[in-house]
């Protein structure tokens, strides 16, 4: 049962949040009816993927990216069935990416929770990955584990 229907009867989406270090990603799976459908005013189709209003590629550019991202589809068998929204903010684009990723696995978990969390978490997509930067400590030479150099003489 999809989380929430727009107005329009044949749009109905999935959403789900992924954190990563700094970065957290707002997930949307569009269940599509029709072969496209009209997300944030653009005319998506099936299998197409924005983030922040842009394609993927341009975003996300490069080839490893585009498997990570692809990764929780290919994973359920399920690539090319949604059009995928993506709002991702803090952070930099690594830290996005681990966002994006934990967040479509979030939102393929609501589509069938039986069938596709044991495969995603088995894969380690659906834990949170907590490593984070280093707080900087009071006293010392400005970085996290940076030492004050001592005077020679």
Same mark, same amino acid.
């Given at each position: 049962?999809?989380?929430?229907?727009? /107005?329009?009867?044949?749009?109905?989406?999935?959403?789900?949040?992924?954190?990563?270090?700094?970065?957290?990603?707002?997930?949307?799976?569009?269940?599509?009816?029709?072969?496209?459908?009209?997300?944030?005013?653009?005319?998506?189709?099936?299998?197409?993927?924005?983030?922040?209003?842009?394609?993927?590629?341009?975003?996300?550019?490069?080839?490893?990216?585009?498997?990570?991202?692809?990764?929780?589809?290919?994973? +359920?068998?399920?690539?090319?069935?949604?059009?995928?929204?993506?709002?991702? +903010?803090?952070? =930099?684009?690594? =830290?996005?990416?681990?966002?994006?990723?934990?967040?479509?696995?979030?939102?393929?978990?609501?589509?069938?929770?039986?069938?596709?969390?044991? /495969?995603?978490?088995?894969? =380690?997509?659906?834990?949170?990955?907590?490593?984070?930067?280093?707080?900087?400590?009071?006293?010392?030479?400005?970085?996290?584990?940076?030492?004050?150099?001592?005077?020679?003489?």
């Amino acid at each position: 049962m999809p989380d929430r229907t727009d /107005i329009n009867e044949n749009l109905s989406y999935y959403e789900a949040v992924g954190r990563r270090k700094e970065s957290s990603a707002r997930v949307r799976l569009y269940v599509v009816k029709e072969n496209a459908v009209s997300v944030q005013g653009k005319e998506l189709e099936k299998g197409t993927m924005i983030v922040n209003g842009r394609p993927v590629e341009q975003y996300f550019p490069g080839e490893v990216a585009k498997k990570i991202y692809q990764e929780p589809f290919r994973t +359920t068998n399920t690539v090319s069935r949604f059009v995928v929204s993506v709002q991702t +903010t803090g952070g =930099g684009l690594s =830290g996005q990416l681990g966002a994006v990723l934990q967040g479509i696995s979030r939102a393929l978990e609501k589509v069938d929770k039986e069938k596709f969390r044991p /495969i995603l978490k088995k894969r =380690g997509f659906m834990t949170r990955d907590p490593r984070a930067k280093q707080r900087r400590k009071a006293g010392f030479a400005g970085k996290s584990r940076a030492r004050k150099q001592s005077p020679k003489r």
